[in-house]
């Protein structure tokens, strides 16, 4: 529940608009489709798996990078859904083992059509507005699909401004959830690693793609540049943190992005080794911990402990 | 009502959930990892319109985990791992604390979730209520400790109205041997009173029984105090030194002169005096050695005709012998049932009754009461004199010790029983000479034990412990084992201390209304640290007391090693130079000699009773004219016969 939903819901409902109460769909997460995005490979000729050998600890200082959303309907204008949503992103920086805090920024933020928005006035004060398109007649559901877009571009311009942000201050390593090609800033940034743990896009099919699924424990695929949405440059690689026999294909696997700076396949091997021993602490309870790195999993923590009821991952 | 200062630098917050919700009597805080916050310790929370104390009694610690098996799976079975993990798991520092007191403390609620500090000094006053009790002109603050946490030294308080009457009284500590809690507490806690006993509540003394080798024998000697033990006492207002008042008394060994304690040093006689007593003294309290089969009403009855007709009385019955019985020792009492038994002896068949007693009701008064002679001997003397605490000219702040450490079971309750019974009697009719007396009793549990037979003591302890109170009697009891003790007896005494326990009586179900964290603090308690329940304070509070300024029982021995026992002539010698050391040991020698024992032990007695300018003339007076032996006269005898002639073979 969002801490001012229900005043906000009164408001509306003395501006003579209909409060409403339901959780957005988008408060399940970010909608990737499943597709196959094929990439073109930067080291081998064919797509090979790669030891990385023993995980070593990430000397200095390190960031994580992440963000959270909750949306909720609050109420309609007409047949036009309007929803508040609270965002926020934070750096957790590791010194000598402890996290702390390092910057940290919530929004709070109404998305609907223009027409809703100027009909909810003063009853959204405090909340940043986000018009969503009204090129075509109103639709509840349709509407909703477009605020769900809305508010994710919302969180994650909110990331990048926290990156930013972090960045201004430390030169430090920064691990991103993620992936680097949503940012040009972060795509440039020699000092960033993104971890995409989704694997709804894949970079490969055919035999590639069964390589690319079948990587053993600790080792790395071929280097290779993304295409998929990518808006920046990067280079990746896919990496096996836990070994999967007797689990699923996608139990362990990560895809790392990195400035194209770093992809050599020395730099490749030796943040898949310092990515290795990140794999301790185990970020249990969350199901995704085979793929969802300790300092990660703190920020998500720090950020649902602050922002109470965030589900967005 | 006095409002709280403004609060410290927060330490903690108020955590309430579902699960763990904050209660009008107790909450959930979180502290950094880093605090001061131990069990025990006292806080302040903080929120618009309201303020609670709290003492910490149960903590918890825990990272973000689910369970063992992930912490395994991360180190891949290898807990050295762990240290190397590059990422440390965050820990909370939950604690469990009960609430002291609200303010205001109505409406009552539950606390809020508000900033959690440590008590300051005038927090500790206000979360324990001594606001009411521990300043002001007429204050009645004892000081027993000080409370510590966090840096800060608070003086803790007891309500000397809850501690020596009339609104409750009497302590019990209960401790672990041998670990500097039991004696030293209560010594300390003596020096206390003595020294901040309001003069509007009038004057206190106490009387201490040593149970136990040399516990209590050097209560008016000083020792060194270490500079941490005095910063207590100075932030307590006290002043570290021995008792300034002291006497001690100790019954004789059997040979009559001899003092069966082990503070007999010669440096020590001035204030160490024997503690004698006849059969006036003893016969009411005959019934203490008695056991249950003995106490019927003939017996009693049999008991009441010789206290009111025979001892201390001049007695004619001319059935028994011609002249009157003047009973004062038990040789007088022995001989006057030596009487009776010889005159029903002679009445032959139906002499059964003697004036409504029967033989058999006489007979077995009669072993009961020789019983008291035989066992305790060098207590009970034969002769009739005695030597007694100072009935009815206690002065304030002083202490009586007696010594039963030495004495027989039997005697020792003997001694108890009487003094106690005087002490109420004289207190009853305000003619004491003070007005509180504090009675100190060790190994409780042997007195008054939670099972066996209802004995006199135990039903002694138990009046005085419900009633004591009215009369300004105060028990100060202790013992190991509180579950050992008689309940009602324990469960009277308004203020309960608590030294280092032994776990295994912790898990007794008196101690059920601690929490474990406080059971393991009690369980391992430092020496000088104390758990105290004041009716004052609603949760028990952890405090340091100093090591009282007196020497112990092991330092005093080795100080004063008791003196090896003496031959008669000396130990009197040795006794009378308590009076007065010019007098020397060959002088006595002489004064004895030929002298009967029993004579020379009357006329110690009585010197010591006078107190004379020169008790060496009046010891001398007291043994009365030398008798010169009369050398028996020449036997003229039978003159002989005219021998015969030797070679008279016929002659006579």
């Known amino acids: 529940m969002i801490a001012r939903a229900d005043r906000i819901r009164r408001a509306l409902g003395a501006r003579g608009l209909l409060p409403a109460l339901g959780a957005a769909e988008a408060s399940r997460g970010r909608a990737d489709d499943a597709t196959i995005q094929p990439a073109a490979l930067i080291e081998d000729a064919a797509l090979a798996s790669h030891p990385v050998g023993e995980a070593q600890p990430w000397s200095g200082p390190l960031g994580f990078l992440d963000g959270t959303q909750r949306s909720e309907l609050i109420g309609y204008a007409g047949a036009s859904p309007i929803f508040v949503a609270e965002i926020a992103a934070a750096v957790r920086e590791r010194n000598g083992r402890v996290l702390t805090t390092a910057v940290a920024e919530r929004k709070l933020v109404a998305v609907g059509r223009p027409a809703a928005l100027a009909a909810a006035g003063s009853a959204l004060e405090g909340c940043e507005l986000l018009a969503s398109a009204d090129d075509e007649p109103p639709h509840p559901v349709r509407d909703q699909h477009c605020a769900e877009r809305a508010i994710e571009r919302a969180r994650g311009a909110l990331e990048v401004a926290v990156g930013a942000r972090y960045r201004e201050r430390s030169d430090a390593w920064l691990i991103v959830d993620g992936a680097l090609s949503d940012n040009p800033g972060w795509a440039a940034d020699v000092r960033a690693v993104g971890i995409a743990k989704s694997h709804a896009a894949l970079p490969f099919e055919g035999e590639a793609l069964e390589r690319y699924l079948r990587l053993p424990a600790a080792h790395r695929t071929s280097i290779f540049a993304p295409r998929s949405r990518s808006v920046a440059p990067v280079r990746a690689w896919a990496l096996r943190l836990w070994p999967r026999e007797g689990k699923d294909l996608l139990y362990g696997l990560v895809r790392v992005e990195v400035a194209p700076a770093n992809g050599t396949p020395e730099m490749a091997d030796r943040l898949s080794r310092w990515l290795l021993a990140e794999r301790a602490p185990v970020s249990t309870p969350d199901p995704r911990w085979d793929r969802l790195l300790y300092g990660i999993h703190s920020v998500e923590a720090y950020l649902r402990a602050s922002v109470p009821g965030v589900t967005r991952r | ?652």
Not at chain 2, 317 to 337: H, N, T, Y
């Open chain 2, 1 to 652: 009502m006095t409002h709280p200062e403004p609060a410290p630098a927060t330490i903690g917050r108020v955590v309430a959930t579902e699960l763990k919700p904050s209660t009008p009597h107790q909450f959930h805080f979180w502290t950094a990892r880093e605090s001061p916050v131990g069990i025990g310790a006292i806080v302040r929370v903080d929120a618009p319109g309201r303020t609670v104390f709290g003492i910490v009694t149960d903590a918890a610690a825990y990272s973000d985990l689910q369970t063992p098996m992930h912490a395994v799976l991360g180190a891949d079975g290898d807990p050295a791992a762990v240290a190397t993990e590059p990422s440390e798991r965050p820990e909370v520092r939950l604690f469990l604390a009960s609430v002291l007191r609200q303010m205001p403390e109505e409406p009552l609620q539950p606390v809020p979730l508000g900033t959690v500090q440590l008590a300051s000094d005038a927090d500790v006053v206000l979360a324990l209520r001594m606001e009411t009790f521990a300043v002001g002109e007429r204050a009645t603050g004892i000081p027993v400790g000080v409370y510590a946490a966090g840096g800060h030294a608070s003086p803790v308080y007891l309500d000397c109205d809850f501690l020596l009457g009339p609104e409750a009284a009497h302590l019990n500590i209960s401790g672990v041997s041998g670990l500097a809690t039991k004696t030293s507490a209560v010594e300390f806690l003596l020096s206390s009173i003595f020294q901040t006993f309001p003069a509007h509540k009038g004057s206190v003394a106490a009387v201490c029984f040593n149970v136990k080798g040399p516990d209590l024998c050097f209560l008016d000697q000083g020792t060194s105090v270490p500079d941490g033990d005095r910063a207590l006492y100075d932030r307590m207002g006290l002043r570290p030194e021995p008792f300034s008042s002291v006497r001690y008394f100790a019954p004789h060994k059997p040979d009559g002169v001899n003092l069966n304690t082990l503070r007999t040093n010669e440096a020590l006689s001035a204030n160490t005096e024997p503690l004698v007593w006849g059969l006036r003294e003893v016969l009411d309290f005959a019934e203490v050695v008695m056991n249950r089969d003995d106490v019927d009403a003939k017996a009693d009855a049999f008991i009441g005709f010789l206290a009111e007709r025979i001892v201390g009385r001049e007695y004619q019955d001319e059935m028994l012998r011609g002249k009157p019985f003047f009973v004062q020792s038990f040789a007088d009492l022995e001989e006057f049932f030596r009487a009776i038994f010889d005159f029903m002896e002679a009445l032959g068949k139906g002499g059964e009754v003697w004036r409504t007693h029967h033989l058999a009701t006489i007979r077995k008064v009669r072993n009961r009461l020789g019983n008291i002679g035989t066992r305790s001997r060098g207590l009970v003397t034969d002769d009739g004199t005695a030597n007694d605490l100072p009935w009815g000219s206690f002065t304030d702040r002083s202490v009586q010790v007696i010594d039963v450490a030495g004495l027989d079971p039997l005697a020792q309750d003997l001694v108890f029983a009487r003094v106690v019974s005087k002490l109420r009697e004289h207190l009853e009719r305000r003619d004491l000479g003070v007005d509180h007396v504090v009675v100190f009793v060790d190994e409780l549990n042997k007195y008054a034990p939670a099972d066996g037979p209802e004995t006199y003591v135990r039903k002694m302890l138990l009046d005085l412990s419900e009633r004591g109170r009215y009369l300004g009697l105060v028990l100060f009891s202790a013992q190991q084992f509180r579950s050992q003790v008689q309940r009602r007896v324990v469960g009277n005494a308004g203020t309960s201390v608590y030294g280092r326990m032994d776990m295994d009586e912790l898990a007794t179900p008196g101690y059920a209304t601690l929490s474990p964290a406080t059971r393991i603090k009690l369980g391992t308690l430092p020496k000088g640290e104390l758990m105290l329940r004041h009716p004052h304070f609603t949760q028990p509070i952890f405090v340091r007391f100093p090591r009282p300024a007196v020497m112990t029982g092991r330092e005093g021995v080795e100080r004063f090693p008791p003196a090896a026992d003496l031959g008669f002539a000396d130990a009197v010698a040795r006794q009378l130079r308590s009076l007065d050391r010019r007098i020397g040991t060959d002088h006595v020698r002489a004064l004895v000699e030929g002298r009967r024992d029993d004579d020379v032990r009357r006329a110690l007695s009585a010197t010591r009773r006078a107190r004379p300018d020169d008790p060496a003339a009046y010891f001398a007076a007291a043994l009365g004219r030398r008798v010169a032996p009369e050398a028996p006269a020449q036997r003229r005898g039978v003159t002989p016969l005219r021998r015969p002639a030797p070679d008279d073979p016929y002659a006579f």
